[in-house]
């Protein structure tokens, strides 16, 4: 089983964020639980802004 981030180590993880963006995409990993792949692999357009969803493919397409 994999083992989560203890609160500390998620706080230096934001803590090291310089932009926006990198604290942005630290929060969408740890939040969502998605792999870095599954996250380089996703599509700005992909992106329903209303409901505040994205569809994300894993491994194999799944």
């Known amino acids: 089983m994999p083992k989560a981030l203890s609160e500390e180590d998620t706080e230096i993880l934001r803590e090291g964020c310089i932009t926006p963006r990198e604290h942005a995409i630290v ?10 792949g599954e996250v380089v692999g996703l599509n700005r357009n992909a992106i329903d802004w209303d409901t505040r969803s994205v569809e994300v493919f894993g491994k194999g397409s799944k």
Not at 27 to 36: A, L, V
């Open 27 to 36: 929060e969408f990993i740890y939040t969502s639980g998605c792999r870095i």
